[in-house]
Each structure stands twice: as structure tokens, then as C-alpha cells.
């Protein structure tokens, strides 16, 4: 596997609360995604980064920010969770040009 | 934006049976094309690609997709399929910078005994 950690892998919140989820990769890799996966909608980009401090919104981006303050660190950030962002969450990662991009093994998030 | 269709929800086939599961794009320009594989629990895994050259590409597992242009369509093949095969498959379509990769709804693969 590439070297992407995503944490936690698991999560369990209240509505209303704030919740942050980590993508940590150790292969230097340009690009970093996170996408949401749910029945019936295949991966949904959220927000990617091209880069440290560059970040822009994919087709589902209300509701989460992100940050990268590293290029091994992308920060999911839900600012006030609701049971509508209970899903499994996916980290990629890809180099530049036309490389593949590589996934990590998920965050399933329950919003109670 | 590109965006992609996968025509099948669901499909079963018996072990040793050929496979063709379908993918349609669209996108104004060349479109990089990709096949992922998930299994239970797992992320997903790069079964091939297509970026440009021959429009046949082969990929693991057996593994293989053809790109035609004039239909739009990626479809992903296997001669003969594995009890182990069973998992869900996910077309993808990137853009020329590949920051925005869009991905199909999925089709779940059952293996029949």
C-alpha cells in the first residue's frame, strides 16, 4: 500500500459538534483529495490540495474546509456535523501529471 | 466538469464465466480513464488506466479495458472470473491536470459457485 494513514478510522458524533479527520502520506505526493463514499453515488470529491496551503472545492464541498499546513497533512474539517455527512470518508493521493491516484482505507463517520 | 455513468447497479455471474462490466464518460478532451476495485472494508485498488496510446490496456488481476472514443465508453473485461473477484468496481474519469476525478456509482460483482 502507498504510504497514506488516515485517522481515525472510525468516529461517532453528536449533531452540532465539530469533527476533524487527518490524511497523513509519506510519499511526497502533490495532490491529496478527500472524498465521500455513499450507496448509490460511487466518490464524491469533497475538497482537494494541489499543493501546501492550496486547496480548492470539488462538486460536494458545503459544509467541510479543509487545510494543509504540510504536504504529508490534509485536514478534513466538518464545522458543525450533521446526520447528512454520515458516510465513509476516502483519502487519495497522486503525483503530478498523469499518475494514478492512490487511496487510503477510509474514516466511517456516524453523525447521531 | 467530466462526469461518469455506470449502467449496472449489480451483476452476477458464475465462476469461469466471461465478464464485461460497462463505463461511460463524458468530457470535452482526452480523458484519462480508470478502473478501481474495492472489496469489503478496503480502500479501492488501481485495476488499470488509460492515459493515451493503444486503447486496450491491460491491468492486474487478469484485467483488461478497452477505450473507444466514438461510444464514450471504457468498458472493463475478464476472460474468466474468480470466486475472488467479487467486490464492487468503480469506473473513473480524470481531467488533463488530474485534480478532479470523477467516479462512477459503482457496480457490485457477484460470483456465483
Known amino acids: 500500500d502507498a504510504g497514506i494513514t488516515q485517522s481515525p478510522r472510525h468516529k461517532v458524533t453528536e449533531t452540532g459538534t465539530p469533527v476533524t479527520l487527518r490524511c497523513h502520506q509519506t510519499?511526497?505526493?502533490?495532490?491529496m483529495y478527500w472524498y465521500r463514499q455513499d450507496p448509490g453515488h460511487g466518490l464524491r470529491l469533497i475538497h482537494y490540495?494541489?499543493?501546501?496551503?492550496?486547496?480548492d472545492k470539488g462538486e460536494v464541498s458545503d459544509g467541510y474546509s479543509v487545510s494543509r499546513s504540510k504536504t504529508e497533512d490534509f485536514l478534513l474539517t466538518l464545522e458543525s456535523a450533521t446526520s447528512s455527512q454520515t458516510s465513509v470518508y476516502f483519502c487519495?493521493?497522486?503525483?503530478?501529471?498523469?499518475?494514478?491516484?492512490?487511496f487510503g482505507q477510509g474514516t466511517r463517520l456516524t453523525v447521531v | 466538469a467530466q462526469s461518469v455513468t455506470q449502467p449496472d447497479i449489480h451483476i452476477t455471474v458464475s465462476e469461469g464465466a466471461s465478464l464485461e462490466l460497462r463505463c461511460n464518460y463524458s468530457?470535452?478532451?482526452?480523458?484519462?480513464l480508470f478502473w478501481y476495485v474495492q472489496s469489503p472494508g478496503q480502500g479501492l485498488q488501481l485495476l488499470l488506466k488509460?492515459?493515451?496510446?493503444?486503447?486496450l490496456v491491460q491491468g492486474i488481476k487478469g484485467f483488461e479495458a478497452e477505450f473507444k472514443r466514438s461510444q464514450s465508453s471504457f468498458n472493463l473485461r475478464k476472460p474468466s472470473v474468480h470466486w475472488s473477484d467479487a467486490a464492487e468496481y468503480f469506473c473513473?474519469?480524470?481531467?488533463?491536470?488530474?485534480?478532479?476525478?470523477?467516479f462512477g456509482a459503482g457496480t457490485r460483482l457477484t460470483v456465483k459457485p
Open positions: 487519495a493521493i497522486s503525483g503530478q501529471g498523469d499518475t494514478e491516484a492512490f
Open positions: 510519499e511526497n505526493h502533490r495532490y
Open positions: 490540495s494541489y499543493g501546501v496551503k492550496d486547496t
Open positions: 468530457y470535452g478532451a482526452t480523458p484519462y
Open positions: 488509460y492515459f493515451s496510446g493503444d486503447t
Open positions: 473513473a474519469v480524470g481531467a488533463d491536470n488530474n485534480n478532479d476525478m470523477r
